[in-house]
């Protein structure tokens, strides 16, 4: 059987794994139509960095951050613009004064802290 690119033939070990634990028949029907592991898109994974561990743990959204961790191994790069390349709208003075005024600074900084802006 010819070997296509990009494919990666079964071991007869990963054999004996598909029958032992059940699933010989998708590898059965991959190894015909394919004659192998078909290779799967490469995604661009970003790796979570301690820092954005603990805003998960703060902010409450630690058990979605873990999640995309273990089935992708950090944070899947969907965008065509790097998250370096989106503009942030800063507040302006008259934003912060308004703040002041009618009793919501503590949530704008909160907010500018987390985001950098609007």
């Known amino acids: 059987m010819v070997h296509n ?8 070990e990963e054999f004996w794994w598909g029958v032992r634990d059940g699933y010989a028949g998708e590898m059965i029907s991959a190894f015909l139509r394919h004659g192998g592991l078909p290779a799967v898109d490469q995604v661009d994974v970003s790796p979570f960095t301690p820092q954005e561990v603990w805003w998960s743990i703060r902010d409450g959204y630690f058990g979605d951050m873990l999640a995309q961790a273990t089935k992708n191994g950090g944070l899947v790069e969907y965008v065509d613009t790097p998250v370096n390349d989106i503009a942030t709208a800063s507040f302006l003075p008259e934003e912060w004064y308004n703040s002041v005024k009618d009793g919501y600074a503590s949530d704008m900084i909160s907010h500018y802290f987390k985001h950098g802006g609007l």
């Open 5 to 12: 690119p990009g494919v990666e033939v079964f071991t007869p």
